[in-house]
C-alpha cells in the first residue's frame, strides 16, 4: 500500500525517526513541526492519516484534534495519537478529542506499524 501520512511533531529527530520508518515501508510522509502548519498542509493535500504529537508549544495536539474535527471535510481523518503522555486521562482525552488510536513513545517501529495497519484497515503492519 501506499498511502500519504502526514507526521505532526516539534521534535525534529522524532519526525525523522518516524519518517525512515514509513518510507521503508513504502509510505508517502509528509512532516510538519506545528499544528498550524499541518492544519495548512491537511488543506493543501488531504493525507490518509495524521501521526499527532500531543505535546508541542503554540498549538498542542489537543487544540490540533478539535480544530481538525471541527472541520466536517475532515471529520472523519484518522490520527493516531503518538506521545510520551500516557496517563488515563490524556488517552481518554485524546479518545473523546476524536483520535483513532494511541501509541505511547518510545514505541518500536513494529508498534507504529502496527498501529498505523489496524487504523488504515490494512495489513501494513507487520
Ligand atoms: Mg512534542
Not at 8 to 36: C, K, M, S, W, Y
Not at 39 to 58: A, C, G, H, K, N
Not at 113 to 120: F, P, Y
Request: net charge negative; proline share 6%; glycine share 8%.
Amino acid at each position: 500500500m501506499s498511502a500519504f501520512v502526514l507526521v505532526v511533531d516539534d521534535n525534529e529527530d522524532n519526525l525523522l525517526i518516524i519518517r525512515d520508518i514509513l518510507r521503508t515501508r513504502g509510505f508517502e510522509v509528509q512532516l510538519a513541526h506545528d499544528g498550524p502548519t499541518a492544519l495548512q498542509s491537511i488543506e493543501e493535500r488531504r493525507p490518509d492519516l495524521v501521526l499527532l504529537d500531543l505535546m508541542m508549544p503554540q498549538m498542542d495536539g489537543f487544540e490540533f484534534l478539535e480544530r481538525l474535527r471541527a472541520n466536517p471535510r475532515h471529520a472523519a481523518l484518522p490520527v493516531i495519537l503518538v506521545t510520551a503522555r500516557s496517563q488515563d486521562d490524556d488517552l481518554l482525552a485524546g479518545y473523546k478529542g476524536g483520535a483513532d488510536y494511541y501509541i505511547t513513545k518510545p514505541f518500536t517501529p513494529r508498534q507504529l506499524l502496527h498501529g498505523i495497519g489496524l487504523v488504515l484497515g490494512s495489513g501494513a503492519a507487520d
